[in-house]
Structures are given as C-alpha cells and as structure tokens.
C-alpha cells in the first residue's frame, strides 16, 4: 500500500482503462504510417460501441459483439477511404466530420438499445497463476481483450518492422510517388490501412461499451478517439511507445480516481484534469528534444495521392 | 434609446397584464415543454422526469401537449433552447437540472407571460420562476442505515456530482445515518464532476471498490456504478439512484431512491389550466410521495430491511427529521444542538461536512 493504495489494484485498473485508447491509438497508428490522417478516430470509436453492443445484444455472444464493433467502425472508416483515396478530398476536413457524423449515426441507430445489459465478457481462466502474490493480480485476471490489445501491439511492431507488407506500408507513407513508381497499389494500400484503422478503433469503442461500462448512452466514448490521436503523436509513430502512451494516460486517469477515494488531500480539480495536463506536457519534451518527434512523421502525413501528378 | 426602453416597459406591462389575466380565467390548452441534463433513456433522473411529463399526457389528454429536448448542456446553451422554447409556444417550461438556474431566470425576464419551473434551484427572480426540489436526504437517510449495517470492510463510498448543498445534503445525511448504526464506518468521496458520463461513473465505481468500499452510492445519473458493482459478484452493494434501477435486483442494487415527479408536474399544469396557478418554492419529500424508497431486497437480511422501512415510515409520519442534533460540523463546530431539527435554509444552502467526514469539498 502507498498512500492507501494497492499498486497491484492500480496497475491492473490501469491495463483496464487504457484497452479502449491503446486500440484506437494502434490502428491510427498504422493509418498515419501509410501516410493518411484519419481524424475520425472519435466517430470510428462510437459507431464501434454501438454496433458491438446492438450485435452482443442480438446475438447474445460478447465476441461476436467485438467482431460487430470492428465491423461498424471499418464501415464508418469506408466513408472516409472513399472520400479521401477516390474523391481526394481533404483528409483533416473528411476526417472531422466523421466524427460529427459518427456520433450522431451512433445516437441514432443505438435509441432502442439504451439500458440493456450486454452478455459478459468472461475472464480468462489462468487457474493457479492467478493466485500469485501481486503479479497474478496485475497480470493474470483480466478479460481476453486486454491481452489480446497487447498481443495485437506486438503484431502491429512485428509486421511495420520485419515484413515485407510493413516495408511497404511505410514506404507508401515516406513517399507516396516513389512508392508509386515502384509499381505498388498506393490508392489500395491506403485504403487497406484506413479499413484497419477503423476496425481497431471499432473494437476500442465495443470495449467500453461491453466491458468498460457494460451499456449503451449517447457518446459514450466521451473524447476517447482524441486521446488516442494524440497518443500516436506522443508515440512518434512507433507501437511499443504507443503502449507507454496509452498505460501512462490510462494510468493517471486511474489514478485521480483512486486518489480521491482513498482521501489524498490534494484539489479534485488539479487531479481531474493531471492526465490532459502530462499529456500535454509530454508532447512538449517530445518535440523539444531535438526535434525528434516531428522528424518521425511519416513525410507524405495527410498529403493526398493522385497518380497522374 | 429612451424610447425603446419606454416601449420594452411598455410592452412588459402589456405582458404582464395578459399573462396574469390569462392564469386568473385558466386555460383551455397547454404546452408543456420539458428541458433534459440528459437522454431520457438514462434509466435515471432524465427518464423520471420524463415519466412525470408523460404521466400529464395521461392525466389531461388532449388538453395538455408537451415537448422537450434531451441533452441539454448546462450554461450558455440552455438558454438557447429556452429561448426557442419559449417562441415556439410552450406555456410552462420545466428546467430540469441545477446548472439550468441562470439561464432559467435570465430567458424568464425576457417572457414574463410563460411559467418556467427549475428543479433543485433556489433562485426565483421573476414572478413568472418557480422551484422545486424534492428531499432526497430522506432516502439518503435510509441508504445510510443499510450502509453502515451492510458493509464488511467499515468502508462506505458516494460519487458526488458536483459540490453543490443538495449532494452534500446528501452525503451528509448518507454518513450520519451509517455512522449511528457503525461507528466504525469511513465514507469515502469521489467527486465526478459530471451528471452523466458513464465512463466516468464506472472509473469512480471501481476505484471506490479498489479502496476497499463495498457499498457505494452515487449521485449521478446513469446505471454505471451498479454495473460496475455487479462485476464483484455481490462483494458490493449499491443503490438504485433517480429511478429504480429495477434491473439490478436482487444485488447489487439492494434499494434505491426513486424521484417521482408526476404528481407536481400533475398539479401544476393542473392549476395553468383551472387559472389558481401561483409562484411557489416547492420542496416534497418521502411524505408527500415524491421521494419513493424502492423495494429493499432480499440480499438485506429482515432485521435491518425492518429498521429501515421503520425509519422510512418515521419520515413519512414526520415524526423524524433526518438531521435531529446533535450534529457538529467538520470542523467540531456546533450546527445543531440535542434535539433540534435543521431549518430548511441551513440545508438549502449546505456547504459543510459533518464531523467524522475526512477531505475537503472542492470549492
């Protein structure tokens, strides 16, 4: 116990409370390292809790309600492909409006599902390992989703960093033309990384509203997509980094909350709003350090693509 | 300049002439509109009011036509929907949320012939502005005994919305009522700032339960804390807040408080019709119905499900005041001596804890 709270609780909360971000902050991620950036990551989110609720409700299965929410947030994402790889229109604006779009399709389609409990995402049975001290608490309790954000970080590094399917991805974000003149499909490519990057933030947005908060209300997701924006950026486009961002967010968040209840005697103000303020105060060290993060944009960011230029 | 103010006087005059002939003869027909902090799906405090507004549609039929609006946020925006409101013909406007009270009485100002109605406010700068606000402390009263009775660990949590008299109210009431039956009983506060956000509510629920709380009660507006109360397999207990939260029985939701607002929004627009409307300040309770104590679950044992709807029943009767002295504040200072009952001012305008409750209030 420090200051009356159990760190073993507080990290295992912590994994808990980043899921929805770490998700959404991956698939971003890999949507800005093939060069577009996708502002809808709110609006993909929120047409992902609503779909994975309406479709777990449907179906009774929470992973099937995953895989609705993966799908409700690649279709919204479809929008957004086709807005800015066929029409070429621009990404920032296509990317707000999105969002605008997505919370007010979610509220819509979600009106007759609101106060219904969804089926139970189980954890995952480790048994014994459970049991041990501390780190069985912190590691060994938790729903599948949780390990499997992880797993899906591990993936995400594996493929940008050692496979030829990375190397190009990253090439169609470094410069699109060239890649272009390499004969790589970099409309198909884009829009391949886009349909990603919607189902993730789809799965981040069924994960608060099948486990997180186990319901479906308007705008759940309460600004969760621009939180895992600028993750990305406070990531500087690399996944385990992203992991950081997204524990360290989660981490203080949670951390507000249990410092409250266990009676610290400091302002609820200054603690509510912690998380935005070292969010805030970490992109400034990042930037300053030499410049580093910038120069790790991927340089043809939010550039659009036409093949004739 | 002179003259339009002479003409804007002229004209207020004008309306209120009108608007008090028109609520001496009565009315024939009346729009009621109703503002919303939240989705009236919340299965809280926004869907009782709304049952309350629906209960006029039954009561009056043709004779009464309501319209309202969900998701309203509290300030500047507020008054823009009143505003709408109040030009698209509503004859009563029910605010329903604490942050609606300036712009309640500001838009007031502006349409002295239309009633508006703030709920859980004190401000009435208008003839045209009344309040009305219901005792929750009563049913705080009787979720703190099943508190401090219940609970294993002596560790009792509330999520607070924003720190304002009629949530200290509460909290207050809650503690006292658990500290008499557990002396040993801590109460812990987590303040959300918010009235809906069930993120948020959730994250408050479970660092409360990380502390070691098991029973929690909250504030706020959505079923979130009794979900995430429901993960623990019946470690912890909560309470239906608002509405009844009938979903969550038999555990965690052990009891609840139920806002029923049917009856004054009845009466009121009863009385726009038959022309006796009056400014009031209206404050019921547990008496008068409009404070309802859900069903006490099975998961209670008998003995305290009897003593609390004993105390529920002493309140009803008037024979006992949830805030009997002796009571100190925190600070050790004297608020009420032996057997003195608080006046409803002190309440109203309720800025302190009571003796035994650690931290601060936010300012």
Redesign the interface.
């Known amino acids: 116990m420090i200051g009356?709270?159990?760190p073993a609780?507080?990290i295992s909360?912590l994994m808990v409370?980043s899921v929805p971000i770490l998700l959404a902050a991956i698939g971003e991620l890999v949507v800005e390292r093939a060069g577009v950036l996708n502002l809808g990551v709110e609006g993909m989110m929120i047409m992902g809790a609503v779909c994975g609720f309406i479709m777990a409700v449907q179906t009774g299965s929470a992973l099937l309600g995953f895989v609705g929410g993966a799908l409700g947030g690649a279709a919204l994402s479809l929008i957004f492909a086709l807005l800015t790889q066929v029409l070429l229109a621009n990404q920032v604006a296509s990317g707000l409006a999105l969002t605008l779009f997505g919370l007010g399709l979610s509220s819509l389609i979600g009106?007759s599902f609101?106060?219904i409990?969804p089926p139970?995402t189980g954890t995952v049975p480790f048994g014994p390992l459970a049991d041990i001290p501390f780190l069985g608490r912190v590691l060994f309790r938790h729903d599948w989703v949780v390990y499997a954000s992880v797993a899906l970080v591990a993936a995400t590094w594996w493929m940008l960093k050692a496979t030829r399917m990375g190397l190009i991805l990253r090439a169609v974000g470094e410069s699109h033309d060239a890649a272009h003149a390499l004969g790589y499909k970099v409309r198909k490519i884009r829009v391949l990384a886009i349909l990603f990057g919607g189902a993730m933030a789809g799965l981040g947005g069924a994960y608060?509203s099948l486990v997180?908060?186990?319901?479906w209300?308007?705008?759940?997701?309460?600004g969760?997509g621009w939180i895992a924006l600028a993750i990305v950026v406070f990531a500087s486009w690399r996944p385990w980094r992203a992991l950081v961002g997204a524990y360290l967010f989660g981490g203080i968040?949670?951390l507000q909350?249990?410092l409250?209840?266990?009676?610290a005697?400091i302002?609820?103000?200054y603690l509510?709003m912690s998380p935005y303020l070292i969010t805030i105060i970490v992109l400034v060290i990042m930037s300053s350090g030499r410049g580093k993060a910038s120069l790790n944009a991927p340089a043809s960011l939010g550039k659009n693509f036409h093949a004739s230029r | 300049m002179k003259r339009r103010t002479l003409l804007a006087t002229a004209a207020l005059g004008l309306g209120l002439a009108f608007g008090g002939s028109a609520s001496a003869q009565g009315m024939d027909k009346v729009k009621a509109c109703f503002v919303y902090v939240g989705p009236i799906g919340d299965l809280g405090w926004t869907y009782q009011h709304h049952q309350g507004a629906l209960e006029l549609v039954e009561t009056y039929g043709d004779k009464v036509e309501i319209a309202f609006q969900e998701n309203v946020p509290e300030g500047a925006d507020a008054e823009r929907v009143l505003t709408q409101m109040a030009l698209s013909g509503c004859n009563i406007i029910f605010t329903t949320s604490f942050g609606y009270m300036d712009p309640t009485n500001t838009v007031a100002a502006k349409f002295p012939d239309i009633k508006f109605e703030h709920a859980t406010g004190y401000k009435r700068e208008h003839p045209n502005v009344s309040t009305y606000n219901a005792r929750f402390y009563e049913g705080r009263a009787i979720q703190g005994h099943i508190a401090g009775k219940m609970t294993k660990t002596n560790k009792i949590g509330y999520i607070g919305s924003f720190p304002i008299p009629e949530v200290v109210m509460g909290i207050n009431s809650y503690y006292l009522h658990a500290k008499k039956v557990n002396p040993d009983v801590e109460l812990s506060v987590v303040w959300a700032f918010t009235w809906f956000d069930p993120a948020k509510e959730a994250d408050s629920a479970k660092a409360l339960i990380d502390q070691g709380v098991d029973v929690i009660a909250s504030h706020t507006d959505s079923t979130a804390p009794l979900a995430e109360a429901a993960k623990t397999n019946g470690a912890v207990i909560g309470f239906g807040q608002a509405s009844d939260m009938a979903d969550y029985k038999p555990s965690p939701r052990v009891s609840s408080i139920i806002d029923n607002w049917a009856p004054y929004y009845v009466k009121r627009v009863g009385q726009l019709l038959d022309g006796t409307y009056e400014q009031v300040d209206s404050w019921a309770g547990i008496p008068e119905g409009e404070v309802e104590i859900g069903e006490i679950t099975d998961a209670v044992p008998a003995d305290v499900k009897a003593e609390a709807e004993a105390m529920r029943d002493a309140i009803a009767a008037g024979t006992y005041h949830p805030f009997t002295g002796p009571i100190n504040k925190q600070d050790g200072s004297v608020w009420l001596a032996e057997g003195a009952v608080a006046p409803d001012g002190d309440l109203l305008g309720m800025n302190f804890y009571v003796e035994g409750i650690s931290g601060d209030i936010p300012k």
Not at chain 1, 212 to 215: G, L
Not at chain 1, 217 to 222: E, L, R, S
């Open positions: 009356g709270i159990d609780l507080l909360a409370a009106q609101v106060g409990r139970s608060v997180r908060v186990p319901q209300t308007d705008g759940i997701t309460a969760a968040t949670v909350l249990n409250q209840a266990a009676g005697r302002p609820v103000e509510s």
